[in-house]
């Protein structure tokens, strides 16, 4: 299992803070598109995602027990 | 004042050597909101030789719940927020160079400044600016600070060029309709842990402490308390054009950037951003009532008023602001929210 971290915003439209998902060998843009379509979130696309507190790009493969964070960039100052 | 920066030359990794450096440096502050009257203030008040503090917009009522450098005078003579910074920070602190400009930080000004800074510090609210100063910061090899808040919700993060990855390698693109704080709100604490996280990486900086940078992207919530780094070190994209092999600096360049036009005789400004992924109507005339605007609309456009503010927003992101012929003035409604 897979531990998925919702930050920010993120976590007012998923309605949790975090979920448990089964998503070993999947890439984290298919987590996206995933945990998106699942929870009716519509900015992930541009969501940064961590593994493990470590940036990961789009391309890369979720292993059994990691841990995953999306971080949506904010833009106000 | 010889005993003025006494506290901070005791600080050991400053000490009166770090002192000299941080007298010695100039430090570019893009805009002048709440982020910037914080991260000015700070280093007016820690003795920075020169500081240039560029922004398009004017003081507002609505600015003084966060943005710590304003009055209601100010709001009241409706000054430039450049010019009310540049009097409050003159009053502080008479040693350090103010510069102020009032207009908008466009690459070619980006350009015209970067030659003689040693630091340039992020407080734009969108992200067609940011990824413009961090072109600039690669193609000039400057560092940058970037900073955002909204709501709770703050981050920060330092590009180091050479060393770091950059904004672009983490973003890749442009994020559309970002949560900003005119649509989504803000609250004063956010503003200032950002300020303090960017603060200490200039100071670290100007001392030229380079070891003791923060290479996470950190980003936390006041109100939910919580506070999360990411480690950075497989960030980097080799293939990035601001900062790989063969860089092009494409935020630079002018087919990415937002289209501002008067519409002659109409007392109109069109604004149409450089990315065409589309806005979600609904979503933002939901955001817009919130605020007090009446909305109208149909599925390819709605129309908004508040007040003095009037615009139509399309379907494909493309704005027409009515109501004025400034530019500077609808590309920072557009942008406060829109992101």
Sequence with gaps: MNKVLFLAHLRDEAGEESVQLDLAGKTVADVKAIVAESYGLQKLDSAMTAINEEFASNEEVIKEGDVIAFIPPVSGG | ?339
């Design chain 2, 1 to 339: 004042m010889s005993n003025r920066y006494s506290r901070q030359t005791l600080f050991p990794p400053i000490g009166k050597e770090g002192q000299e450096k941080i007298r010695s440096k100039h430090v570019l502050m893009i805009g002048a909101g709440a982020l910037g009257s914080g991260n000015a203030e700070v280093l007016t008040r820690a003795g920075v030789g020169k500081l240039t503090i560029i922004d398009r917009d004017y003081v507002e009522a609505s600015n003084l719940q966060r943005q710590q450098l304003y009055t209601e005078n100010d709001v009241a003579e409706k000054l430039p927020k450049a010019a009310a910074a540049e009097k409050r920070l003159k009053a502080i602190n008479s040693d350090v160079e103010i510069q102020a400009i009032i207009g908008d930080a466009t690459p070619e000004k980006l350009e015209e400044l970067a030659d003689e800074v040693d630091l340039i510090i992020d407080a734009t609210d969108n992200f067609e600016t940011r990824m413009a100063i961090n072109d600039i910061s690669q193609k000039y090899e400057i560092p940058w600070i970037y900073g955002a808040c909204v709501a709770s919700y703050g981050m920060s993060f330092t590009v180091i060029p050479g060393k770091t990855p950059c904004l672009n390698c983490l973003l890749k693109t442009i994020p559309i309709q970002g949560m900003t704080c005119d649509t989504g709100g803000i609250i004063g604490p956010t503003v200032q842990m950002v300020v303090a996280h960017q603060t200490a990486e200039a100071l670290k900086i100007l001392v030229e402490d380079w070891d003791a940078l923060r290479s996470a992207f950190v980003s936390f919530d006041v109100w939910r308390n919580d506070y999360t780094t990411m480690k950075m070190s497989r960030a980097k994209d080799p293939g990035c054009l601001s900062c790989g092999e063969h860089p092009e600096y494409p935020y630079l360049s002018a087919e990415n950037r937002t289209k501002t036009t008067v519409l002659c005789g109409r007392d109109t400004v069109q604004i149409r951003p450089p990315h065409n992924e589309g806005v979600d109507l609904k979503e933002m005339a939901g955001k817009l009532k919130a605020l007090g605007y009446e909305v109208k609309g149909n599925p390819y456009l709605l129309s908004a008023e508040l007040e003095e503010n009037r615009f139509v927003l399309f379907q494909d992101g493309r704005a027409l602001i009515h109501g004025t012929k400034d530019m500077a003035q609808a590309k920072s409604l557009y942008s406060r929210l829109l992101g």
